[in-house]
């Protein structure tokens, strides 16, 4: 009797409130998931199984003309260009009287910078030394710094622009400098690929966490929490056994 009732609940709040369980497990869950996975194979020592053949098989196809891209995107993405960037799309939401787009967009790209500090703190991996890079670091690798600012802003401008006629054109740039930017870092050989996947995995998960806080969604959940009560309780559980056996 307790496991079909749980089974009832499970089937009412999924039917009720589908696209939102769909949206947190695809935007919040899922990415964090990878993210611990991916933290705890660096934190036991191991990282992706192709960590290194990547990196080995991107710098035996280097040419001039690559090291030249990689290294405007190093640039633009790095802690002076990233800040300009994103400060200009602040500011562009703050002169247009757009207080509550200024904010999570703010949240979003600030708070993916403290989360990837503190991951770089705690997990204190060594860069790649596979090579002598074109734009050599000492700093901690784990997660990349430029891969999550890069997926924080592109994830941040797709939240902002899904409702408008320019939402395709937000996904089709934002994703595009999400990935030259992880490219940029392989390339240069100062990232391993874990270290790029966490980055846009971690930015996706935290942006789309202030989403659902910043949208009316926060108070569809609150909601299915709070319904969850009577579910279990047995009164709605019973009214939807009864639509069931008609089916």
Not at 132 to 153: C, D, K, Q
Request: no cysteine.
């Amino acid at each position: 009797m307790l496991f079909h009732r749980f089974l009832f609940v499970i089937r009412a709040v999924w039917q009720r409130h589908r696209p939102l369980l769909l949206g947190l497990f695809m935007g919040l869950v899922l990415p964090w998931f990878l993210f611990v996975r991916l933290a705890r194979e660096v934190w036991e020592g191991e990282g992706l199984p192709g960590d290194r053949g990547i990196l080995e098989f991107l710098h035996a196809h280097a040419s001039p003309a690559q090291d030249a891209v990689a290294l405007a995107l190093s640039r633009l993405g790095g802690p002076v260009g990233g800040s300009v960037l994103a400060g200009s799309i602040a500011l562009g939401l703050w002169l247009a009287a757009q207080r509550r787009a200024f904010g999570f967009f703010s949240l979003a790209v600030v708070g993916a910078e403290l989360l990837n500090a503190a991951a770089k703190m705690l997990l204190a991996r060594p860069r790649p030394d596979l090579w002598v890079s074109l734009t050599p670091l000492t700093s901690y690798s784990f997660p990349s710094g430029h891969s999550m600012a890069a997926a924080a802003l592109a994830a941040a401008g797709i939240v902002l622009l899904w409702g408008t006629r320019g939402r395709w054109v937000a996904v089709g740039l934002g994703s595009a400098w999400a990935l030259s930017m992880g490219w940029s870092r392989l390339y240069l050989g100062v990232h391993y690929p874990s270290d790029v996947l966490a980055g846009w995995v971690g930015s996706v998960g935290w942006v789309w966490g202030l989403h659902v806080l910043y949208a009316k969604q926060f108070g569809e959940l609150r909601a299915t929490w709070g319904a969850i009560g009577p579910y279990w309780r047995g009164s709605a559980v019973q009214a939807l056994a009864r639509p069931s056996a008609s089916e």
